[in-house]
């Protein structure tokens, strides 16, 4: 069997596979598997938390974003 990084078989007296510890940091994509399970429920606050992420903005439109509101603001200051 492989050995991958962060995730560790343990196998019963018979050694047969029988638990599956992952390392969530490494494989996040194994907690959205536990979520369809039904192992973790997911609470208001990080419901909350995951739509703000995914409305969040890109680097480049932060940036963009910014750069307009220090423009605005220096052409304000020289208009004075």
């Known amino acids: 069997m492989v050995r991958i990084a962060g995730i560790q078989i343990e196998k019963d007296s ?5 638990y599956a510890r ?3 940091k490494k494989h ?4 959205e ?5 039904g192992a973790i ?11 703000g992420w995914k409305n969040g903005y890109t680097p480049e439109e932060f940036r963009k974003k910014v750069h307009a509101v220090l ?7 020289n208009n004075l």
């Open 14 to 18: 018979k050694g047969r596979p029988a």
């Open 22 to 24: 992952f390392n969530l």
């Open 28 to 31: 996040p994509e194994a907690l």
């Open 33 to 37: 598997l536990l979520h369809k399970v």
């Open 41 to 51: 429920d997911e609470d208001d606050f990080n419901k909350e938390f995951e739509e």
């Open 71 to 77: 423009k605005r603001k220096f052409d304000e200051k």
